[in-house]
């Protein structure tokens, strides 16, 4: 596997478990709501959009892998 390959192989790993978290993030964000943590529910919204965020980042690091 070429640096090339290798970059590539490793964004679109990143990527999907970056996705992974963002899920997990939003999950536990309803279990907050439910618990009557508005907070911490508002708090892992952010996070998850953040990561969102970086989300787009890493795809464009593979469109110029």
């Given at each position: 596997m070429n640096e090339t390959e290798k970059?590539?192989?490793l964004l679109e790993h990143w990527i999907e478990h970056n996705d992974a978290?963002?899920?997990?993030y939003l999950?536990?964000?309803?279990?907050?709501e439910l618990a009557?943590?508005?907070?911490?529910?508002?708090?892992?919204?952010?996070i998850a959009a953040e990561a969102k965020k970086q989300d787009e980042l890493f795809k464009?690091?593979?469109k110029t892998a």
């Amino acid at each position: 596997m070429n640096e090339t390959e290798k970059f590539k192989h490793l964004l679109e790993h990143w990527i999907e478990h970056n996705d992974a978290h963002v899920k997990t993030y939003l999950e536990w964000a309803s279990k907050a709501e439910l618990a009557g943590k508005k907070e911490l529910a508002k708090i892992l919204r952010q996070i998850a959009a953040e990561a969102k965020k970086q989300d787009e980042l890493f795809k464009k690091a593979l469109k110029t892998a």
